[in-house]
């Protein structure tokens, strides 16, 4: 897949809805149920963290459930790529960007959102053929107001913004012209995965997914 087409997906799934869930799931158990209620709630790209011993069992079981788009978070090296390609991901995350990260994506044709978090790595990546990026650590690089900023003299590069995004905050964010959606954690918080509170889980996707952008 040539970067430009795999950004192009990247871009269509980033639009599908204003928040991205980041999940880090222990357990599988829970897999099903919880992305049946992010998608009922009207958040269906789903990014699960490779953080955990279970996520690749995770992804495989989110998978099933119909109208979700499932992703691989925190892809570091190309073996978690074709892990996570093999274990059902539709597309991928990266906390940065690498030759070997891209490369592999590219080689396994699997749409990435790699990150980035200056002017100078955006110009990079965009050279490259990707437009679509996500913008990481969001809070601890400054915020909305430095992507703002970053994106003044480089309109043509797409932002999802992660890292310290919240219920509070998500807004600066999504109303930059250069953000299409942001990824954030709150809308599966562990205490209510773990009691199995799916109508709770549902209802802050809902509410997520009527955030203006």
């Known amino acids: 897949m040539i970067p430009q087409d795999a950004s192009r997906k990247a871009l269509e799934i980033a639009q599908l809805a204003p928040i991205i869930p980041v999940l880090v799931v222990d357990d599988a158990a829970h897999a ?18 490779l953080r955990t011993p279970a996520a690749l069992e995770v992804i495989a079981e ?6 979700g788009h499932v992703g691989a978070g925190t892809l570091l090296t190309p073996e978690d790529v074709l892990a996570a390609k093999a274990a059902g991901a539709t597309f991928g995350v990266s906390p940065g960007a690498t030759d070997r990260i891209l490369s592999a994506c590219e080689d396994a044709d699997l749409p990435l959102l790699p990150g980035a978090a200056t002017a100078s790595e955006a110009m990079a990546l965009l050279e490259r053929g990707y437009s679509m990026l996500k913008f990481f650590p969001a809070e601890a690089s400054g915020g909305a107001a430095a992507l703002k900023a970053i994106g003044s003299p480089i309109p043509q590069v797409s932002f999802c913004p992660t890292g310290g995004v919240s219920a509070q905050n998500a807004t600066n ?18 205490e209510k995965v773990q009691t ?18």
Do not use: F, H
């Not at 099903?32 to 790209?45: E, F, I, M």
């Not at 989110?62 to 109208?67: D, E």
């Open 62 to 67: 989110m998978a099933k459930v119909s109208g």
């Open 173 to 190: 964010y999504l109303s930059l012209s250069n953000v299409v959606c942001a990824g954030g954690s709150w809308v599966a918080p562990k």
């Open 196 to 213: 199995g509170d799916w109508a709770g889980i549902e209802q802050l996707a809902r509410d997520a997914a009527a955030l203006p952008r």
């Open 32 to 49: 099903q149920p919880l992305a049946s209620a992010l998608v009922a709630g009207g958040l269906p790209a789903l990014e699960v963290t």
